[in-house]
């Protein structure tokens, strides 16, 4: 469920309708829903009521932004974050070290020094040769990591190639054939305590069997390396959960998510970490878009709209779904291929879509960008970077300033020898 409802025919964001955050702002820009935030947020937690001791840390990448990350610290999350950068915004929003939790298959040194200094809660280690470099590191400074491995637990998630992390030639974690020596060599080491291990197969998981099947070998590793004399007190189970990206679409609820964990580790005894964020910020928000012309085509019209590729990447690398609705419906519809003014075929969000009759100068919305949306964005052909918009009932805010393509220009410089 989310609060982007269409009241006396104008689609509002809560209470505030976006023809005035269009007015205000400009366009393109994202427009977010605190309260959608906080309902999912809780939705996720109270699905996981029955998992005694646990940490929801939310996936910084799939929305970066401060004021969600301060709105998501405040529901009591914690952080997943795959570099310093991340784990800069993630402290900046308020959320403790110690809920913070940092994965990604290519930490560099200085990377482990400030997350290291910086008191994080976790470490994901996720090869051999990370573990001993962060190890390194640690006991030079008479510190000690907290640190899980992460197994790749060669499962197919069923997802996009390009989303899928948990086969065997995906290049996350280590094979879970090796793990138990692995996980050996890495215990043994001062300055690192490998308490426990991690896994993440994907995103945007349409069906919970994957989850259930890495879920299901990691119990059993968590069983070998015990009876091999370590002491396993963490798992980590990752993200991944899908969220409904057309009408009608039905996804697993995270209540079912919930009542799957609770069963298949009901008897590990350890700490559980999850990681979700698609399935927080995902429906959370929206890309407010205008349509700058339509433009007569072979066979369906283009409607052409002023964000592109380089705002809303998803459609150009996955040739992912986004539903597209008219701000301002008047019932009739049309087929349209909608596309943006960038020069690439890619910069394409539908061909042959059926959608609202727009005209030159409406506006209109790609639903669930609030995942993997603005946090994607680039300034290819020169666009600058799109603005982003929090709202709270009837008020909004700016929550990211449109970044001009002046100030990206402002940022070269031209070497006086070629002057
Ligand atoms: C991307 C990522 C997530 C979040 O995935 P969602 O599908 O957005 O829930 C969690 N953990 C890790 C390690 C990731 O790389």
Same mark, same amino acid.
Request: with cysteine; hydrophobic share 45%.
């Given at each position: ?49 029955? =998992? ?10 799939? !929305? ?23 784990? *800069? *915004? ?10 913070? =939790? ?21 470490? !994901? ?54 793990? #138990? ?9 001062? /300055?690192? %305590? ?21 879920? #299901? ?21 990752? /993200? ?42 995902? %429906? ?52 349209? !291929? ?13 061909? /042959? ?27 290819? !052909?020169? *666009? #600058? ?13 700016? =929550? ?20």
């Amino acid at each position: 469920m989310d609060h982007f409802t269409t009241k006396g025919g104008v689609m509002h964001a809560e209470d505030v309708p976006l023809p005035r955050i269009a007015a205000a702002v400009g366009t393109p820009v994202y427009v977010y829903s605190r309260a959608t935030l906080e309902r999912h947020a809780r939705v996720f937690q109270e699905a996981l009521a029955e =998992v005694p001791d646990k940490l929801v840390a939310f996936a910084v990448k799939s !929305n970066p932004n401060l004021a969600v990350l301060k709105v998501l610290g405040r529901q009591g999350m914690g952080a997943d974050v795959v570099s310093v950068g991340e784990m *800069r *915004r993630a402290l900046a929003a308020g959320i403790a070290p110690e809920m913070i =939790v940092f994965s990604g298959v290519g930490k560099t040194a200085a990377e482990l020094v400030a997350a290291l200094e910086a008191g994080i809660g976790q470490f !994901n280690i996720e090869s051999e040769e990370e573990g001993v470099e962060l190890a390194e590191i640690a006991a030079a400074r008479g510190m000690t990591a907290q640190c899980t491995l992460r197994i790749n637990p060669d499962v197919d998630a069923g997802t996009h190639d390009k989303i899928s992390t948990g086969k065997a030639d995906n290049k996350f974690g280590v094979p879970i054939g090796e793990a #138990g020596q692995i996980f050996g060599t890495l215990s043994r080491l001062p /300055g690192i %305590n490998l308490r426990g291990v991690a896994v993440h197969i994907g995103s945007q998981l349409a069906d919970l069997a994957p989850l259930e099947a890495a879920f #299901g070998k990691l119990g059993a590793l968590v069983g070998a390396l015990r009876g091999a004399g370590h002491t396993i007190t963490h798992v980590d189970l990752g /993200g991944g959960l899908g969220v409904p990206y057309r009408v009608g679409e039905v996804l697993p609820e995270p209540a079912a998510y919930g009542a799957m964990v609770a069963r298949v580790t009901k008897d590990w005894g350890v700490k559980l970490i999850f990681e979700p964020g698609r399935v927080i910020a995902g %429906n959370a928000g929206v890309l407010l878009t205008r349509v700058v012309r339509v433009k007569r085509g072979i066979k369906d019209p283009f409607v052409i709209v002023d964000a592109a590729m380089n705002d809303l990447a998803r459609p150009a690398l996955y040739g992912a779904y986004h539903h597209f609705e008219a701000v301002e419906p008047t019932g009739a519809r049309m087929t349209a !291929n909608i596309v943006g003014p960038i020069c690439e075929t890619g910069d394409t969000f539908a061909m /042959g879509r059926e959608c609202d009759l727009l005209e030159a100068g409406d506006l209109a919305v790609f639903r669930t960008a609030g995942a993997y949306g603005a946090t994607m964005a680039s300034s290819y !052909n020169s *666009r #600058g970077f799109v603005a982003e918009v929090l709202v709270d009932g009837d008020k909004f805010a700016v =929550v990211a300033d449109r970044i001009e393509a002046g100030a990206i220009m402002d940022a070269e410089r031209v070497p006086e020898w070629l002057d």
